[in-house]
């Protein structure tokens, strides 16, 4: 069983959509939880950590539900440059940092 | 400008012909890390470090190895590269591990794209 499953999707959505993707995690002691995007093959880069209150960034909203050990992230009116794959990641005994294999959204015009 | 450097960006080498990966960063993080990315797999870490001279396995380390002296570098070696070791590779930095919160979060190299034939 992977540590961190997402949809791998594609989620294809036209501008302005909501879209949500979930992600789930085996170990009930994981730590620290993000959100990073990661485009055509290119580094990820930090969206945005997760924390146990949710929080909010521009049109970003990231939720952690520990008792189901799952992560969200919502995106509102989507634009055309949100497209790419969203990885959750998941941190815990410390040092190890687990990667789900992405969820792909394409936003259409 | 705060990064993480990775050399090379591409590689095209034989099966058996050692080879090291760089990685550097300028941002004085205790905690580094290596990566592989492979279609469907999502990353995987092969090693990490936790501060200079302190290293330790990821979930796929056979046929790697990894030295850490020096904070800022954190280079990763193939002794004997083969087929199954052609990826994608990342290597990343973190302030700190092991403080929850956003001093966990991980800075990436560029990549490295590394074909063994």
Sequence with gaps: RKEVEQDPGPFNVPEGATVAFNCTYSNSASQSFFWYRQDCRKEPKLLMSVYSSGNEDGRFTAQLNRASQYISLLIRDSKLSDSATYLCVVNFNFNKFYFGSGTKLNVKP | ?117
Excluded at chain 2, 16 to 33: A, I, P, R
């Design chain 2, 1 to 117: 400008e705060a990064q993480v450097t990775q050399n090379p960006r591409y590689l095209i080498t034989v099966t058996g012909k050692k080879l090291t990966v760089t990685c550097s960063q300028n941002m004085n993080h205790e905690y580094m890390s290596w990566y592989r990315q492979d279609p469907g797999l999502g990353l995987r870490q092969i090693y990490y470090s936790m501060n200079v001279e302190v290293t330790d396995k990821g979930d796929v380390p056979e046929g790697y190895k990894v030295s850490r002296k020096e904070k800022r570098n954190f280079p990763l070696i193939l002794e004997s590269p083969s087929p199954n070791q052609t990826s994608l590779y990342f290597c990343a930095s973190s302030p700190k591990a092991g403080h929850p919160g956003r001093n966990t979060e991980a800075f990436f190299g560029q990549g490295t794209r590394l074909t063994v034939v």
